[in-house]
């Protein structure tokens, strides 16, 4: 089955910027395709350029078989989009914008449904200045739905949620993937993209510096896993050579962090918490730490993640 959508050598430059410098990837049809990274590293400029919002200065894109560019109208008959930037009047209730998006297109899902399945119903009448921030995120989805799309596009969903509203929105894009759907985030956040993705695109500086599923990106580039406890003093001289293979520890006050590569045939922890235990120093709150999608892209790029 050919992918739904391709891109092979995207470029965009706003003067002397290269925003998007020779991306390709391809999406594959009812996957969660996630394009992450940093502010500025090129995702939101790519997703409008495969929604036809902004025209690449080079390269192919083809977005459910059709130029963005020159079949804007079509795609957007088959498609749900979600902008960076969304508003609506301060006044506008929510049954009101769905009826009002609804009548823009010649065959709908049916809105009420939407309002029901995204937990709107009791607040159909409410204006869209008084819902919170989660509650706008949930219409703007239901609002991307309307056109019952094949691919929606969700750019930066949960910018500014708080944890809870975060969570709720993530079971609605797993819930909108399950309907049947296909669907390309943008985020900065890289749980977020852990959690949801089922293949990733690492950018930074416009350029996709990996992609594959965060479970292969995470095993394959060899970031390390961590035990980190406390200790009421300090670690004896020596304590470093006792474990075996490669580690690195780090202090911070009382508060220890053990790094060790992965792949290793006995368990951290296992010989951390004997070794200790063997010498007699005395240590609480011990806890693993596994490696997440934010190792991955330090390992790659050397900084930390900017919101």
């Not at 891109?7 to 706003?14: A, F, I, S």
């Not at 929604?51 to 079509?74: C, F, H, N, S, T």
């Amino acid at each position: 089955m050919d992918p739904i959508v391709q891109v092979e050598g995207l470029r965009k430059v706003y003067g002397s910027t290269v925003a998007v410098d020779e991306v390709s990837f391809e999406v594959h049809d009812g996957e969660i395709f996630g394009m992450v990274g940093p502010n500025g590293a090129g995702k939101t400029t790519t997703i409008e350029c495969l929604e036809g919002l902004r025209k690449p200065d080079a390269g192919y894109v083809r977005v459910l078989g059709v130029d963005p560019q020159r079949d804007g109208q079509i795609l957007r008959l088959r498609t749900g989009m979600q902008l960076q930037q969304s508003n609506l009047q301060d006044r506008m209730r929510v049954w009101e914008a769905l009826d009002l998006y609804a009548s823009f297109y010649p065959k709908t899902a049916d809105w009420r449904e939407l309002m029901a399945q995204l937990g709107l119903e009791e607040k159909r009448d409410t204006a869209f200045s008084k819902l919170s921030g989660g509650q706008k995120q949930r219409l703007f989805i239901a609002l991307a739905l309307l056109p019952d799309p094949q691919l929606v596009f969700l750019d930066e969903l949960t910018t500014g949620l708080d944890p809870q509203a975060r969570h709720a929105i993530w079971d609605l894009v797993r819930d909108v993937k399950a309907r049947g759907k296909t669907v390309l985030l943008t985020t900065h956040f890289m749980e977020e993209a852990e959690r949801l993705c089922d293949r990733v695109a690492i950018l930074d500086h416009g350029r996709i510096v990996a992609l594959d599923t965060p479970e292969a990106l995470i095993r394959n580039l060899g970031v390390e896993e961590r035990i980190v406890f406390n200790l009421n003093g300090k670690l004896p001289e020596g304590f470093e050579n006792a474990l075996s293979g490669k580690i690195r520890i780090e202090t911070q006050g009382d508060r220890v962090i053990i790094h060790a590569n992965n792949g290793r045939k006995v368990p951290l922890v296992s010989e951390v918490v004997n070794l200790l235990t063997r010498e007699e120093i005395p240590f609480r709150d011990l806890r693993t730490e596994q490696p997440t999608l934010e190792d991955v892209f330090l390992s790659l790029t050397g900084r930390e993640m900017k919101e």
